[in-house]
């Protein structure tokens, strides 16, 4: 694989951490949205500095592996379900990487029952995925990629 290929590879999976991680912000209840009323409340408050970590809240970390990989298709209803191991194939496995190649089309990806991947409605389904199992990096391969065409990321 080319450069231009890894780096565009790179800069979409950190795109999609960054608009699932702006998505999750807009669920109700998070305390760093803010809404009209929260504003005026807002203007009268000191801020003060600390070094310390609030106590309660711990930093996130990332498992690096995936313990357990599942891969969702629709039924003929429609309802997510999990691939049987017939519709997909592990055609290769290193002690780094495993290679699937998928005969439905994947919906859903669930790593440690995890959304870490969803097929949004119009885009073209992923024919094979990559795992390497030492960084917890995925590459997935789509039907419809063209070489030639920029932006086909």
């Known amino acids: 694989m080319d450069l231009c290929k890894t780096s565009k590879l790179l800069f979409l999976i950190i795109s999609v951490g960054y608009v699932r991680y702006a998505d999750s912000s807009d669920q109700p209840g998070n305390p760093h949205v803010t809404t009209e009323n929260d504003s005026e409340e807002e203007d009268n408050f000191e801020v003060t500095e ?3 970590t609030p106590s309660g809240s711990e930093p996130f970390k990332q498992k690096d592996s995936c313990d357990s990989i599942i891969f969702m298709k629709k039924n003929d209803d429609g ?3 999990p691939m049987d191991e017939k519709e997909y194939k592990l055609i290769f496995e290193n002690p780094f990487k ?6 439905k089309n994947l919906e859903m990806l669930l790593c440690n029952y ?3 991947f969803e097929n949004l409605s119009g885009n073209p389904f ?3 995925l990559t795992y390497f199992k030492d960084k917890s990096v995925r590459k997935k391969e789509m039907e419809n990629m063209s070489t030639e065409t920029p932006g086909s990321y």
């Open 50 to 52: 600390t070094s310390e």
């Open 79 to 81: 309802i997510l379900v």
């Open 98 to 103: 495993k290679i699937f190649i998928f005969q």
């Open 114 to 116: 995890q959304n870490i």
């Open 126 to 128: 992923t024919a094979s």
